[in-house]
Nanobody, 122 residues
Framework: VQLVESGGGLVQPGGSLRLSCAAS????????IGWFRQAPGKEREGVSC????????YYLDSVKGRFTISRDNAKNTVYLQMNSLEPEDTAIYYC????????????????WGQGTQVTVSS
């Protein structure tokens, strides 16, 4: 069971990035997938998550309207489209899978990826 994040990078404020979370060893449709981030000196926080099967989505208030989580079952991958990026979005972004509910807190998540760095700076 493995998750691999990609798509991070350096972007100017107002720019966009799309993060990918590719799964192997399990089917993403059967699990809730969450995106979390951790900035230097700060605790890890949940950014967005998508429930298994029904694909209900949830967002941190500060990213609502800017970020969109989606799932491609054919590619066994979950995406996080990030638009209108702000310097405050700078962090390492991680994805993780849960057998249970889709939550924006680290409860029930396992199989964390290695993370991908997102830096928003002019």
């Amino acid at each position: 069971v493995q998750l691999v994040e990609s798509g991070g990078g350096l972007v100017q404020p107002g720019g966009s990035l799309r993060l990918s979370c590719a799964a192997s060893g399990f089917t993403v449709n059967d699990y809730a997938i969450g995106w979390f981030r951790q900035a230097p000196g700060k605790e890890r926080e949940g950014v967005s998550c998508i429930s298994s099967r029904n694909a209900n989505t949830y967002y941190l208030d500060s990213v609502k309207g800017r970020f969109t989580i989606s799932r491609d079952n054919a590619k066994n991958t979950v995406y996080l489209q990030m638009n209108s990026l702000e310097p405050e979005d700078t962090a390492i972004y991680y994805c993780a899978a849960s057998d249970g509910l889709a939550l924006l807190i680290d409860v029930g998540y396992h199989s964390w990826g290695q993370g991908t760095q997102v830096t928003v700076s002019s």
